[in-house]
């Protein structure tokens, strides 16, 4: 069943760690980056730069690191260059927005697998141990594979079905850009015990995910305390953003929010947004009071006349970047 590191584990002639690998991992080491890059074709200073992209240390030149599967993946990379898919210029940062999003969501997986195996005591063998982890991580990739799929599925759905089309660029499309942010975050953290942290962590998470899922728009990251998300229009974004703000009141573990909105054309890219917009909303989330939404000139034109919304001007005030932004304090008008 097992081999290589995992045999010389369980005889008792290797560590844990790299029988561990080996499963993970679908192979055992067998190439130096020399050895990759002559089994590839690969350009070894690319490779290199591929490497670090992932978002891995430089590795000596004569260390046996790499994988049949190293090897493989770096096919399919040059075929999706020769087909066209994949462009010379872009696949450092293509592999950086990758990592970036597999880094967490491993740091997450492994955490979860060591509670697991943490769950049985003392009752587990080394090969019991091993065995667990070869069941569980298949599972794990078809697991992420099959949301990748509905989420995948559900973007091709919403670009095709949106009247919109891109502005000034292929990657530039008009959104509504809004950040909800936890007021007092780091005073709360230095109040509250390891648990109780874990647990607003949580809280957060699942009702920001909820809330804005069930309005139509995507989350583009979480960053500690704050939430970044779009939308396809300003009343899918302010019903959010008020949504958010009801669902947070009534959760006892989580602090008040304040909430910034901004519209306008957005730079699209490997999965984050950038632009002006992004700025202001950034800009007036952070002049927002507890439990309030501000938003720009743009969305308060677009909810004028819609019959849920009140917007109400406030004054000018002066941001970094901005001499004089025009804030407009968002309500429900239920």
């Not at 040059?78 to 880094?103: D, I, Y």
């Not at 599972?139 to 559900?154: D, F, G, I, P």
């Not at 309030?292 to 743009?298: F, P, Q």
């Not at 005030?317 to 407009?328: C, E, F, I, M």
Request: avoid cysteine; hydrophobic fraction near 45%; glycine fraction near 8%.
């Amino acid at each position: 069943m097992f081999s290589g590191a995992v045999v010389r584990h369980v005889a008792g002639d290797g560590p844990l760690d790299e029988a561990v690998e080996e499963i993970v991992l679908g192979a055992p080491r067998r190439y130096t980056r020399a050895g990759l890059a002559e089994a590839t074709d690969l350009d070894v200073d690319e490779g290199r730069r591929l490497w670090r992209s992932l978002g891995f240390a430089e590795v000596g030149d004569d260390e046996v690191l790499f994988t049949d599967q190293d090897v493989a993946a770096v096919r399919l990379m040059a075929g999706l260059t020769e087909a066209g898919v994949l462009e010379p210029e872009v696949r450092e940062a293509v592999a950086r927005a990758v990592a970036q999003s597999m880094s967490r969501l491993a740091e997450w997986q492994v955490g979860m697998l060591r509670r697991l195996l943490e769950g049985h005591g003392q009752d587990l063998t080394p090969v019991e141990s091993l065995q667990v982890a070869a069941a569980v991580i298949p599972a794990l990739e078809q697991l992420q594979s099959y949301v990748w799929r509905r989420h995948l599925a559900a973007t091709v759905h919403r670009m095709l079905a949106t009247a919109a089309g891109p502005g000034d660029g292929s990657d530039t499309w008009p959104l509504v850009v809004g950040f909800a942010d936890m007021v007092g975050f780091t005073r709360t953290t230095r109040k509250r015990s390891a648990d109780e942290l874990s647990e607003m962590i949580e809280r957060f998470g699942s009702t920001t995910t909820e809330v804005i899922a069930d309005g139509r728009g995507r989350i583009v990251k979480t960053v500690g305390d704050e939430v970044l998300f779009v939308a396809d229009d300003a009343p899918a974004a302010a019903s959010i953003a008020l949504g958010l703000q009801e669902r947070v009141r009534a959760e006892d573990v989580l602090p008040q929010l304040r909430i910034g909105l901004a519209a306008g054309p957005v730079l699209t890219r490997y999965g984050d947004v950038y632009g002006e917009v992004v700025n202001i909303a950034s800009r007036l989330t952070t002049h927002a009071r507890p439990d309030t939404v501000l938003v720009d000139d743009a969305v308060a034109a677009a909810l004028a006349d819609d019959g849920r919304f009140r917007v109400r001007a406030l004054r000018p005030v002066s941001v970094r970047g901005y001499r004089s932004l025009h804030p407009w304090l968002l309500e429900d008008r239920s």
